[in-house]
């Protein structure tokens, strides 16, 4: 029985699970000017948890057959034969049903709208058209990964404004140099499973170069949510900002160079300055300094 829960539950993910909920609550403090309901947090964690779950359980299910080819995905549960795929289909559509009810039903539904979305544009978009056609699949499949922070908002104020969208943009444009960084270090991977990731179709040097080109247009996008917050989240979006176009940088001259461009690295940081500027953004909200531009 241990083992059953626990192929199922690896169906799920629950590491990058845990990346998209830690954007949520920045999201849902910044729309409330403070730290919203303890009730309506937990209930938007909940169903956005399940929501991603069932994106991800249903992602396993398309990807079968190269998740057993890759070493990075062979232990996944459907590749090592855990779970029978039919299983895992009822599974992940039980799972979204589920998360669109309970969302709907404890936030608004225009928050299990989005969520519902997001699970159709990850397997439908994403997982089935782009990632084995094209280059740009991560580019804009990405975009389902962005939508915590506007469903976070949505569950807040019932509305979609121009700050949700703000932090949509900043995670949409963090997410090519973070995957491009993984996808580096996983090039062969990619290319026995045929997968069209950019590291496999393109140079190191083109790769580099539009990782460093996506870094820079991400950090200046932080700062568009200067006349929401104040000099806290300011000097977190520039001091973290400038240190990730640091690392850009060093990765690109590396990779010219010939050195050892040490892709994981960046990969690493990306995922520490995605959670530290968005906990700044959380604080910023609470503490309700007057806006820096305000």
Aim: with cysteine; proline share 6%.
């Amino acid at each position: 029985m241990r083992d059953t829960i626990g192929a199922y539950v690896g169906l799920t993910k629950t590491r990058i699970i845990e990346q998209l909920l830690v954007v949520t609550v920045p999201a849902m403090c910044l729309a409330q000017r403070g730290f919203p309901s303890v009730w309506l947090v937990v209930a938007t964690l909940l169903g956005g948890a399940l929501a991603a779950a069932s994106a991800h359980a249903l992602n396993c299910v398309v990807d079968a057959d190269i998740d057993r080819i890759m070493k990075r995905t062979a232990r996944r549960p459907l590749a090592k034969g855990e779970v029978p795929p039919l299983n895992a289909l009822v599974f992940g559509l039980v799972l979204g049903v589920v998360a669109t009810l309970f969302l709907g039903l404890t936030t608004n539904w225009l928050a299990a709208s989005l969520a519902l979305a997001a699970i159709a544009f990850y397997v439908l978009v994403y997982t089935l058209l782009l990632k084995r056609r094209t280059a740009q699949n991560i580019v804009w499949g990405g975009a389902a990964g962005c939508m915590p922070v506007v469903i976070g908002w949505a569950a807040v104020t019932g509305t979609v404004e121009w700050p949700a969208l703000v932090m949509f943009a900043v995670i949409f444009f963090w997410t090519p140099p973070h995957f491009w960084a993984l996808a580096m270090r996983y090039r062969d991977d990619y290319a026995k499973a045929n997968i069209p990731m950019l590291p496999v179709v393109a140079t190191p040097v083109q790769v580099s170069r539009r990782i460093l080109a996506y870094t820079w247009v991400m950090v200046l996008t932080t700062l568009l949510l200067l006349p929401v917050t104040s000099w806290i989240y300011a000097g977190a979006a520039v001091a973290g900002g400038g240190y990730f176009i640091y690392q850009a940088h060093r990765l690109h001259r590396a990779v010219v160079t010939g050195a050892d461009p040490a892709p994981m690295k960046l990969f690493h940081l990306s995922n520490g300055y995605l959670c530290g500027l968005f906990a700044a953004i959380a604080v910023d909200a609470i503490i309700g300094l007057p806006p820096l531009l305000g």
